[in-house]
């Protein structure tokens, strides 16, 4: 059973870059295709985008695209989330999540995904 510890997260201004990591422990990382989702508050949980067990594959969300980016090495049990041009819209408690690879490994419903981190807080001022 893997578990899952995002960091990274900060105060930052509209226009600025960040990057949030996910480490991984207690499980083979390189099985898991892994996941990024936002929250904010009184919303619904976002995807925002999954990057594929190999790394070879990524599907970032149209909301997002062109802004931010995925990348993952499996050697360090790690994969991180790389947003430039913050915007305030882009407030939000950012998870990372993990898919055991299989069939529809760029899902982005939060239900397909089995283990979650406990989260870290973005928030972007105007």
């Known amino acids: 059973q893997v578990q899952l510890l995002e960091s990274g997260g900060g105060l930052v201004q509209a226009g600025d870059s960040l990057t949030l990591s996910c480490a991984a422990s207690?499980?083979?990382?390189?099985?898991?295709?892994m996941g990024w989702f936002r929250q904010a508050p009184g919303k619904e949980r976002e995807f925002v985008g999954v990057?594929?067990?190999?790394?070879?594959?990524?599907d970032i969300s149209d909301s997002v695209k062109g802004r931010f980016a995925i990348s993952r090495d499996n050697a360090k049990n790690t994969a991180w989330l790389f947003m430039k041009s913050l915007k305030p819209g882009d407030t939000a408690l950012y998870y990372c999540?993990?898919?055991?690879?299989?069939?529809?490994?760029?899902?982005?419903?939060?239900?397909?995904?089995?283990?979650w981190g406990q989260g870290t807080q973005v928030t972007v001022s105007s």
């Open positions: 999540a993990a898919k055991v690879f299989g069939t529809n490994w760029n899902s982005p419903a939060p239900s397909e995904y089995g283990y």
């Open positions: 207690g499980g083979t990382f390189s099985r898991y295709a």
């Open positions: 990057i594929s067990w190999s790394g070879g594959f990524t």
